[in-house]
């Protein structure tokens, strides 16, 4: 078993930045990817971005790539997704997740935390 728990969420305006954290515990999940998903009331899940736990493999959405920056903390056992200029339709409740592969749909993670929701304003 892996638990993650999601922090970091909140209100912010257009342009600002935001930056989310993972905390993972339980099994080793060292060959794992750790993913960012998000979904916005009346839409799927949406992929965000994912980095292998050790090692520099990373893959980001179109819609955030430039914009959001993953990275870990070893000592800390924690993932963060740096949030910059940010943009009303990036409002969703965001949902780490943990897969033993790299990919980019959510049917292929066994892990996920609870989410945490951000909101920006216009």
């Known amino acids: 078993q892996v638990q993650l728990v999601e922090s970091g969420g909140g209100l912010v305006q257009t342009g600002g930045s935001l930056r989310l954290s993972c905390a993972a515990s339980g099994r080793s999940f060292s060959n794992y990817y750790i993913g960012w998903f998000r979904q916005a009331p009346g839409k799927d899940r949406e992929f965000v971005g994912t980095i292998r736990w050790i090692g520099s493999s990373t893959l980001y959405a179109d819609s955030v790539r430039g914009r959001f920056t993953l990275s870990r903390d070893y000592a800390k056992n924690t993932l963060y997704l740096e949030m910059n200029s940010l943009k009303p339709e990036d409002t969703a409740v965001y949902y780490c997740?943990?897969?033993?592969?790299?990919?980019?749909?959510?049917?292929?993670?066994?892990?996920w935390g609870q989410g945490t929701q951000v909101t920006v304003s216009s």
């Open positions: 997740a943990a897969s033993r592969t790299l990919r980019n749909t959510y049917s292929g993670y066994d892990y």
